[in-house]
């Protein structure tokens, strides 16, 4: 059924896409039995494209990433089916050595925490090297030139000065751009981006967001950005993915999703958006809180907080369904009419 | 006009670090002055090292502030004893950031919500199980919380057990430092909804400490702009979001991602970081970041601008919103 449903998206975007996400499943070992935190989650990446997954903590946003970078934390993790196409690549089948290969040069990603990516023992210059050196045999000298532009690139001031210092002499938003560089030293078609400006200020968080478009746009460099904050995918972001408790809720363009939603999660989370200047005092919010993955509700995993849920939600499990160029899994999809937020 | 609950006059905290030659100065707050009536909420808005949170540490007398009064009901909390404070403590309570740390894992929900209640009066066993019950059901959190412990919570629903706790004692203000910052989109605005049902019921006012204005539109009446240890702008909520007047609140509101493409049409984006506050640039701290900034902002302190509520330092204000 998933696989159904990738392929008939993939049919309606106009290029073939990068990435091609079909029904992969995440699972971990509990200790008796293994425990589902991504279900059947499917969704494509056109190449130079960009996506924005959305969901909360607890969503599967961040194991979809890791899926897809062959990166699930084992042995108690495995990606238990589906597939992930990559350029033509099963990377789920892929052996490891192939893995690695293609992480980190043709698939590149940036973490929240650029201090935990970043080793500490080694200058900015020399990891941002490493990598070209690594890939693709490069000298020294040269993967150090290179490394200084990529650095100049994410407009880190004195960039040649910069290179030979270390994560810890830089600060947060200066640490997130050595990221950035070191992800596109070996000029990926693909950066998955996992909460990247979360931890940043707010008006260094603008400025990281309009490199990214910036980056994505002259490399033609596909983006994945995982984010618990629809404004962000707003601004950067074509097309939506939005996750809860594990499963695709709702895809389609952003303009068109938040104009009118077609899932009642999307719905509440786009009621919650801060409204910015509309003077009104409504604090919209959803109730209740997300299922627990080893006790989920009967029927609809979102139907115990759901303000339009019926007694179908809770004895009939929705599927994934395709509606023009739009994904929504709601029972109820056709009979509602939900709210969406103007631009 | 009746006194407010809280006043700030220009308060000031410096830190010190490191000895010798190696000695600095870090001038965390500024001359930072403001009031908090009855029942209001003011939100202290400012991003990181912009000395919010070491605000509102100087008004729990958690650091030491170098300069200034902290007036609350007509006493000043920093000339206090130990043992006056002990009692005004009671009228002034905190809600931190982190529910994860911020409660002992090893007490039950009844322990942690009846502890502050514990230090001030000596009830008896069922009338202090009456007074968590009553408690739980304010936070609207089912009675069987109380023989639980932390962990068996979501960060929403600990944030609850926090606010019940800071509410055992009829505190008068309660301080909500970076309180709904962790929480998740859906969550967060449960719980800023249930503190102001609670504010509504209970008359309590808020200072609310955050770093995004996004947060505070629907929930503060005021707000006080901060950047780099010192106020910058003041208002309401309202005038703040509508016409802005610093240049930095401008930015900031402007920062906001949005979906809203008319707000994005005028965007400023900032250039730079937050700098250094152990040498802050001279003049207005904000203009090495300001797109606005002539000679005169890098040599001398900005006048304060009146505006309908409040005021802006700034040599170059923002023009008045034609709608405001």
């Known amino acids: 059924m998933a696989k159904n449903v990738a392929e008939e998206v993939e049919a309606s975007s106009s290029s073939s896409p990068l990435l091609s996400v079909e029904g992969a499943s995440v699972e971990f070992w509990t200790g008796s039995s293994w425990l589902r935190v991504v279900d059947q989650v499917s969704f494509v990446v056109p190449a130079g494209g960009r996506v924005g997954i959305v969901g909360e903590s607890g969503s599967g946003k961040t194991m979809t990433g890791l899926a897809i970078l062959g990166l699930i934390p084992g042995p108690a993790g495995r990606l238990a089916e589906g597939s992930i ?63 200084i532009e990529l650095l100049d690139r994410v407009e880190i001031p004195a ?41 940043l200020d707010v008006t260094v968080q603008a400025q990281i967001i309009e490199l990214f478009r910036e980056l994505s746009d002259e490399r033609d460099m596909a983006l994945l950005f995982i984010t618990h904050d629809l404004g962000v995918v707003s601004e950067l972001c074509s097309d939506l993915v939005v996750m809860y408790s594990g499963q695709v809720v709702e895809t389609g363009d952003v303009d068109r999703v938040f104009d009118r939603p077609t899932h009642p999660y999307t719905e509440g989370l786009l009621q919650s958006l801060p409204k910015l ?22 029927g609809c995993r979102f139907q115990p907080r759901c303000p339009h849920a019926l007694p179908i939600c809770e004895t009939s499990q929705p599927e994934l369904l395709t509606i023009g160029d739009r994904q929504s899994r709601c029972l109820l999809n056709s009979e509602l009419s939900l709210q969406g937020v103007g631009s | 006009m009746t006194a407010p609950l809280l006043e700030v006059d220009n308060l000031s905290v410096q830190f010190v670090v490191g000895r010798g030659r190696r000695k600095r100065i870090i001038r965390a707050v500024q001359d930072a002055s403001f009031s908090i009536g009855h029942g209001e909420t003011l939100a202290v808005v400012g991003e990181s090292g912009s000395g919010k949170s070491t605000t509102a540490q100087a008004i729990l007398g958690l650091v030491n502030p170098s300069a200034g009064s902290v007036m ?58 009456d007074k968590v019950g009553e408690l739980l059901e304010l936070v609207r959190l089912p009675a069987n919380a109380a023989t639980r412990y932390p962990h068996e919570f979501s960060g929403g629903q600990r944030q609850r057990i926090a606010i019940a706790r800071a509410l055992a004692v009829n505190p008068k203000l309660i301080i909500c430092d970076e309180a709904v910052s962790a929480l998740d989109v859906s969550i967060r605005n449960q719980i800023l909804t249930l503190l102001r049902d609670l504010q509504e019921q209970l008359g309590v006012s808020y200072l609310f400490i955050g770093h995004d204005l996004s947060m505070i539109e629907q929930f503060a009446e005021r707000v006080a702009v901060m950047y780099l240890g010192r106020i910058v702008e003041t208002g309401t909520v309202e005038e703040v979001f509508r016409s802005p007047r610093h240049q930095y609140t401008g930015a900031l509101l402007s920062a906001i991602p949005t979906h809203h493409k008319a707000l994005r049409a005028g965007r400023i984006i900032l250039q730079g970081e937050i700098p250094d506050p152990a040498s802050p640039p001279s003049g207005c701290v904000f203009h090495p970041r300001c797109p606005a900034a002539t000679e005169i902002c890098g040599t001398t302190r900005p006048p304060a601008v009146q505006t309908k509520s409040g005021e802006a330092l700034c040599h170059h204000p923002l023009e008045i919103d034609s709608r405001g």
């Open chain 1, 85 to 147: 196409k990559f350029d033509g690549h099963d990377l789920a089948q892929l052996p490891p050595a192939e893995m690695r290969r293609i992480r980190g040069n043709d698939i590149a990603m940036v973490f929240q925490e650029p201090m935990r990516s970043l080793n500490p023992m080694m200058s900015i210059g020399d990891q941002i090297a490493e990598g070209m050196r690594r890939h693709w045999g490069w000298s020294k000298k040269k993967a150090t030139n290179r490394a």
């Open chain 1, 159 to 199: 960039a040649a000065q910069r290179a030979r210092e270390y994560p810890h002499h830089l600060s947060g938003g200066m640490r997130q751009r050595a990221m950035i560089a070191l992800a596109l030293a070996c000029d990926p078609k693909l950066l998955i981006a996992d909460e990247p400006t979360t931890a």
């Open chain 1, 277 to 298: 200047g509309a003077g009104n005092r409504e604090l919209g919010f959803i109730p209740g809180n997300p299922p627990d993955p080893a006790a989920l509700p009967p």
């Open chain 2, 72 to 129: 609350f009901e007509g006493s000043d909390l920093l000339k206090n004893s130990s043992r006056e404070m002990r009692e005004v403590r009671r009228h002034l309570q905190v809600v931190f950031q982190d529910p994860y740390s911020s409660l002992d894992p090893m007490m039950t929900v009844a322990d942690l919500i009846a502890e502050p209640l514990d230090n001030f009066e000596k009830l008896s066993s069922a009338a202090r199980s």
